[in-house]
């Protein structure tokens, strides 16, 4: 989970001028991409690791399907928000519980 982070961090240090041009479509894709990934990663954590750091992992799966599937829907401002704040926001918490020495498989 912390490589689609950092994944995501590339995306956000080019800028936002360059995530909203609309030409510019790899980036939005990227950045649909890293939401899917990182599903697939949460996927990977245990039931107990979960249950013990509510996050929004159900959240992360209704927007992988979405992503995945209805992505004519998707909004490149609610990708951005994500990208920008939500996610290094989670990230500091789940590096925080990891170090913690909660569930060392989580940060792979």
Known sequence: ??????QAE????????????????????AGRMIVIELDVAAGKVSDEFKSAHPGPWQALSRARDKYAHHYEDIDRGVVWELLEHRLPRWSIELLAAVR?????????
């Open 100 to 108: 913690a020495g909660d569930d060392q498989d989580t940060a792979q």
């Open 1 to 6: 989970m912390v490589d689609v982070a950092r």
């Open 10 to 29: 590339q995306v956000v240090a080019r800028g936002r001028e360059v995530f909203f041009e609309q030409a510019n479509v790899v980036e939005f894709l």
